[in-house]
């Protein structure tokens, strides 16, 4: 795939590369754009990259895939990952910080599913406000969590209504965490997720853990 025609951003200082992609519902697939904006961020032919999506733990296909190749010039690692919805696809790659993308189209909540994805407080906040804002601001919230849980990947079994990220409107797009749980782990301060502009009715994020 060609991804000169798509918009490409860079997060502050964090090295990280966001392409976003609106290629209607006929488009290149999700594992192609992250091929081709992975392999022209690190100067090697597409068809060179090489993703495992099985989890390195338990082997199961789920959070962001690990990159095989390339590697950076002193043999690091790349991170990288990308979601898709309603025809637009966001990729992420870098090599200083474990990376998730999410991507939700705004749609009505239903309350068993809000109980499930959002914490008490996010649904209390969410309640407050206007119904015309209401489901893009749910949107942008679960596209916040599902970058964080892409990008921390294996994990036992943790129900994102635990989870509480800050609200949408009040940090800029700029969130946090700001109610954890143990199996984040110590570092869930220094965690950051990125909102990303995207057409349409949709929201996208990115989630960037701490350096290793």
Known sequence: MDTA????????????????????RRGAGVDSVLRAHLAASAGVPADDVELDHACPVC??????????????PSGGPWFADAATVA???VAAVGTRHPVGVGVEAAADGAPILDAAALHPEERERLAEL???ARALVRAQL??????????????EVVEP???????????????????????????WEDVRITDVAVPGRVAASVALLPRR
């Open 5 to 24: 025609s798509a918009d490409v951003v860079e997060l502050g200082e964090s090295g990280v590369r966001v392409l976003v992609a609106a290629l209607g």
């Open 130 to 132: 206007d119904a015309s």
């Open 161 to 187: 209504s635990r989870i509480a990220v800050t609200m949408p409107g009040d940090d800029h797009g700029d969130a946090r965490i700001s109610r954890s749980v143990p199996e984040l782990g110590s570092r």
């Open 87 to 89: 025809g637009v696809v």
């Open 59 to 72: 082997g199961v296909r789920h959070g962001s895939p690990v990159v095989r190749y390339p590697t950076t």
């Open 142 to 155: 679960w596209a916040r969590k599902s970058a964080l849980l892409r990008a921390v990947g294996h994990l």
